[in-house]
């Protein structure tokens, strides 16, 4: 049976009386509410357990109110909404539950949770990360150091969240507050006493890590992605900081690699260690004085020395089961989090970071030898996280570099030509085809990748752009491969599926080219 995270909810809740639950938000009162007791909350009537509160939200798209009486049905015993929604629901069929105002629904739903589950973040340890690319990574990272330490972690990501055994997709990056706070409510009862969350700008914006306070966080970088949402960087940058912000945290670990991380020292107010992976020279508190990776062993190694004059000598070596430079970035994050942040041993982070996997992150499918060619399935999917890639992969390549890429639709279009200039550049052999269309048209889509390669390539030179299916690229790129070439599948790392007009058909990268190679490059 496969679970989901409907089915992750802590099984010893204390209930707690629906007036002391949104005591300090309601903006009424009324004696309905008395001797309601509630034992979660959820903001999504497709997910109601009994005895929850249903936050009825104001969203982009519909009132939440709209979807209350069905929230009712499945077990809600009251609804939190706004004027609005109130308004809608007194309009409405009886809905047999009490209505309890409050000014922003939205805001108050993590608080809310956090409250319904006795408050389950402030019984762990906390570590967020933050940054355009590389949070799945460092978050990986740290869940590595935080395992080896015997901190029982639980990890929210991109690629999994998973609790002890379980291990689930999740359909987003940052979870909605409420299920956060039950499913580290449920972590706690299993003894968890750690949690790595990764935190999207998003989740900053729209409440969903409201009222939580992270023991360390992390600030990675600043690239161009989500424009669609934030229209300018001076936004997306503001939504990010707010993390390092004693908002949402005791300490941070800030990367001054770019002017975006060197803004953020600038106006951090909580105690805060700097680092760069990429300058020795950079004014950080820790720099990295050696690096190196290769893809035959799978690794990076890197040399971190702290350039505080308390400890002028020490350094570190890390070394991370991950190819590539931009890894450097996650390793040394992870680490000061760890150790600095949260003062594990720096022996026992270091064996952990040694043990990393991250899935769908170069991921090596086949490594090169006399019969088959270097295949990588990869997730970068912003020019900045696609060029730093090809780049790596550029230099360990004898033959040509061979790419299979494309862009998502319905987010960030401002980005797409810029995707496929980088790869025109930094690539032998482009292979154009589609990520997840969501409901634009493909073609649409394409062409405006097409149209930032062809400012590179106006011919279309080595240019093929396949408009039946991603398989049908994985396949045709890795069958024109010789040995000395790599393949690079970018984009779509270990997402399960590809979302074409809302409905998800099952697809996978690794399992695609994985099938793909052993029919055209057998190994016996
Ligand atoms: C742009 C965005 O982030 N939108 C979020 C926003 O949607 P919305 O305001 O449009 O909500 P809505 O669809 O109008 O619905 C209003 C309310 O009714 C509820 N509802 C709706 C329908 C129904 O049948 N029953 C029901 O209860 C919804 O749960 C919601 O609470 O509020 C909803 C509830 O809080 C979120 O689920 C939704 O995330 C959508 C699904 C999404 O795709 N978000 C992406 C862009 C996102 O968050 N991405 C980040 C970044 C990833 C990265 O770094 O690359 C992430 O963290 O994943
Ligand atoms: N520190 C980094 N800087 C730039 N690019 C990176 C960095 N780390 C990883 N990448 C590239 O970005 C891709 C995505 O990495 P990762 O999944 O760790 O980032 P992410 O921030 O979690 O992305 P998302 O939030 O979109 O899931 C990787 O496959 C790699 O190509």
């Given at each position: ?8 909810r ?24 008395n ?62 539950v ?17 409250r319904?589950?006795?408050n ?9 990360v ?7 990574t ?26 002890g ?15 956060i ?15 790595v969350?990764?935190v ?32 300018t ?35 951090c ?44 000598s020490?350094?570190v ?60 399935v ?11 890639v ?34 025109a550049?930094n690539?032998?052999?482009l ?91 057998p190994?016996?």
């Open positions: 049976m496969s679970i989901s995270v409907k089915d992750l802590p099984s010893n809740v204390t209930p707690v009386p629906l007036s002391a639950l949104v005591d300090g938000w309601a903006l009424n009162s009324s004696p309905d509410w001797g309601v007791e509630v034992y979660g909350v959820t903001v999504d009537s497709h997910d109601v357990a009994e005895g929850e509160v249903f936050v009825a939200i104001p969203g982009a798209r519909a009132h939440g109110a709209q979807f209350a009486s069905k929230a009712v049905k499945a077990g809600a015993v009251a609804v939190v909404t706004d004027r609005d929604g109130a308004e809608l629901l007194s309009s409405e069929v009886e809905l047999g009490p209505v309890v105002e409050v000014a922003d629904p939205r805001a108050v739903a993590a608080p809310l949770a956090a319904a589950y006795g389950p973040a402030e019984r762990m340890k906390l570590v967020g933050t940054g355009t690319n590389g949070k799945t460092t978050s990986f990272a740290s869940f590595a150091a935080l395992e080896q330490a015997g901190e029982n972690p639980l990890i929210f990501c991109t690629a999994e969240i998973r609790l055994d379980v291990s689930i997709y999740p359909e987003r990056t940052t979870m909605e507050g409420p299920v706070q039950r499913i580290l409510a449920l972590g706690l009862e299993q003894g968890c006493r750690s949690a969350i990764e999207s700008a998003h989740a900053i914006s729209l409440h969903r890590i409201q009222g939580m306070k992270f023991d360390v966080v992390t600030f990675l970088n600043l690239q161009h992605d989500h424009l669609d949402y934030y229209h960087m001076d936004n997306y940058f503001a939504a990010k900081a707010r993390l390092c912000s004693s908002e949402f945290t005791r300490r941070a670990v800030i990367c001054v690699d770019d002017q975006w991380g060197q803004r953020l020292a600038a106006q107010d909580v105690p805060f260690v700097t680092y760069s992976a990429y300058d020795p020279q950079a004014k950080a508190d820790w720099t990295v004085l050696e690096k190196s990776w290769d893809l035959d062993t799978i690794s990076t190694d890197v040399v971190l020395a702290s350039q505080s004059a308390a400890a002028p020490s350094s070596k890390l070394s991370v089961p991950v190819p590539g430079e931009v890894n450097v970035q996650n390793a040394v994050a992870a680490y000061l989090m760890t150790t600095w942040g949260l003062g594990l041993s720096a022996d026992q982070v270091i064996a952990g970071i040694k043990r990393l996997s991250v899935p769908g992150r170069m991921t090596i499918m086949s490594t090169r030898d006399q019969r088959r060619p270097l295949v990588i990869d997730f970068a999917h912003t020019p900045e996280a696609l060029e730093s090809l780049r790596t992969v550029r230099e360990l390549t004898p033959g040509r570099l061979i790419v299979v890429f494309g862009t998502d639709g319905d987010r960030d279009a401002s980005k797409r030509p810029d995707v496929g200039r980088v790869a550049e690539a032998d052999i292979w154009v085809t589609d990520e997840n269309p969501r409901y634009e048209d493909p073609v649409q889509v394409r062409g405006q990748l097409l149209e930032g390669i062809r400012k590179v390539r106006p011919e279309l030179k080595d240019v093929i752009e396949v408009i039946t299916c991603r398989r049908d690229a994985i396949r045709e790129a890795i069958r024109s491969a010789q040995v000395a070439d790599t393949v690079m599948i970018t984009g779509k790392g270990n997402e399960h599926y590809q979302e074409f007009n809302g409905v998800m058909h099952p697809f996978e990268d690794t399992i695609v080219s994985a099938e793909v190679l052993d029919a055209i490059f190994l016996d």
